[in-house]
């Protein structure tokens, strides 16, 4: 194949569907709803793979944050009030957070989380609400996943396998970006690509495979079908 390449999209549309969204959109959309409909604070729990707190009160709040202590109550997190008046906190913990130990603070006043019936005391003697991540759901396989100019690619198969990732990026030269084995059977690779429309493959021992995990596909010129994604650019998201 040759870097002059005309792709040609395939895409099935649902008869219930009026447009077409990337997944993540439809997951972020989702997520939001959820949110929204949230009527009433409670303990720590998972929304996915994130830790939700919530806090409400009967008397008039404007605001409310939490400090954390693998963060050494450095980062001040504010909470975000939706329709119903619930305060809400959505964080992305780290894998290596154990447990979350946390404070929050209410229009100026520092207590532990009302909501959250697992507390200690901190030396000072404290309260310091916990909540312990042992039952943390799995982390779903992304890829590609895009950051601020770059993208990761991810495959999963049997270890010790050649695997390396041919697209628009590298003229579709299958030795340019060769994956690491980060874990057994687990191939990374993380490359710097500008905004817009990309497409690729995998080469597994010399063969071209479809990226699994990522189910947008186009068609090339040829007929054979390529995995895609797009980066939208920085003033547009």
């Known amino acids: 194949m040759n870097n002059h390449k005309r792709v040609i999209f395939s895409i099935v549309i649902p008869l219930f569907f009026l447009t077409v969204l990337p997944l993540y959109t439809l997951d972020s959309h989702l997520m939001d709803i959820r ?3 949230i009527d009433r604070a409670g303990p720590p729990e998972y929304l996915e793979q994130q830790v939700l707190l919530s806090y409400e009160s009967n008397d008039p709040v404007r605001l409310v944050g939490a400090r954390f202590a693998h963060e050494d109550y450095r980062i001040f997190h504010v909470y975000l009030r939706n329709e119903n008046g619930v305060f ?3 964080l992305d913990i780290p894998e290596e957070v ?3 130990h ?3 603070v209410v229009d ?3 207590t532990s989380d009302p909501f959250n019936p697992q507390q200690q005391k901190d030396a000072f003697g404290r309260g310091i609400s916990v909540f312990h991540l042992q039952d943390r759901p799995p982390r779903h396989a992304i890829s590609p996943e895009i950051g601020e100019g770059r993208v990761t690619f991810l495959f999963q198969s049997l270890p010790s396998r050649a695997v ?3 697209g628009d990026f590298n003229n579709w030269d ?3 970006h060769r994956m690491q084995e980060t874990k057994p059977g687990e191939y990374r690779l993380t490359v710097q690509m500008p905004p817009g429309r990309h497409f690729y493959y995998f080469v597994v021992n010399g063969d071209r495979v479809l990226d699994p995990i990522n189910q947008d596909s186009a068609r ?3 007929g054979y079908r390529v995995s895609t994604f797009f980066i939208p650019r920085p003033d547009s998201r």
């Open 35 to 37: 949110i929204k409909g």
């Open 88 to 90: 809400l906190l959505l």
């Open 98 to 100: 154990e447990a979350l």
């Open 102 to 104: 946390y404070r929050i």
């Open 108 to 110: 100026g006043l520092w």
């Open 164 to 166: 390396s990732v041919a």
């Open 174 to 176: 299958p030795f340019w």
């Open 220 to 222: 090339d010129y040829e």
